[in-house]
């Protein structure tokens, strides 16, 4: 398996601009994390999905965050528009067993200009 | 909801010594408890975990400690290596899903 995948490896944008970042989770898992990391912030969880409907979506900041899962191989998580407090590196994680360990993606680095 | 404390942030052992690092959990509920390394520049990856029904765990130079009482559960490193230079993430789970993370532990092996 080639595990979680993520695109892009980097994204580098203008305030003001949309930014989709994509996630392909393993196989069989049916649990599907994005979390975004910062230095002061560390990891936190903006919202995941199990059976591709998202079930915790508090973490997600506000409006201008948006996440799908339109199937069990692909999610997408919005940026809409983007501000420079965005800049920071997004994980996609994800899960097979209820309250197990999850495997990362490599994460987007995003930083907004 | 649950929060995770972990300390210190910063911790710089010498090759061939031993590293502690404690956290503390608020949700009494919580039995699943992750352990992720994560060096510069890459994902975090897990590397040890213990469940409530469990009070260590050991794999190699690590072992996961867990104090259900107190709510304290605590990552040592025997024999330390330049390898094991990174930041260490402990986390919580109560079996909903949702892992919560502390803030991170950046360990310096020195030479």
């Known amino acids: 398996d080639a595990g979680v995948i993520q695109s892009p490896r980097h994204e580098v944008t203008e305030m003001g601009q949309e930014v989709t970042l994509r996630c392909k989770p393993i196989?069989?898992?049916?649990?599907l994390f994005w979390y975004r990391q910062t230095m002061m912030r560390g990891l936190e969880l903006l919202i995941y999905?199990?059976?591709?409907?998202?079930?915790?979506d508090s973490g997600m900041p506000e409006d201008r965050f948006s996440a799908k899962m339109p199937n069990a191989s692909f999610s997408t998580l919005k940026i809409q528009p983007s501000e420079p407090r965005d800049s920071a590196v997004y994980f996609c994680?994800?899960?097979?067993?209820?309250?197990?360990?999850?495997?990362f993606g490599s994460g987007t680095r995003l930083t907004v200009v | 909801g649950e929060n995770v404390e972990q300390h210190p942030s910063t911790l710089s052992v010498q090759e061939g010594d031993s590293a502690v690092i404690k956290c503390t959990y608020s949700?009494?509920?919580?039995?699943?408890f992750p352990w992720y390394k994560q060096e510069l520049g890459k994902r975090p990856q897990l590397i040890i975990d213990?469940?409530?029904?469990?009070g260590e765990k050991k794999d190699q130079r690590i072992a996961v400690t867990l104090n259900k009482t107190a709510k304290h559960f605590s990552l040592h490193i025997t024999e330390t290596q330049p390898e094991d230079s990174a930041v260490y993430f402990c986390?919580?789970?109560?079996?909903?899903?949702?892992?919560?993370f502390g803030k991170g532990t950046r360990l310096h092996i020195l030479p």
């Open positions: 994680a994800s899960s097979f067993l209820q309250g197990g360990g999850y495997t």
């Open positions: 196989s069989g898992h049916d649990y």
């Open positions: 999905f199990n059976n591709n409907v998202p079930i915790d």
């Open positions: 949700d009494s509920a919580s039995n699943y």
């Open positions: 213990i469940r409530s029904n469990v």
């Open positions: 986390a919580a789970s109560r079996g909903d899903d949702k892992i919560i």
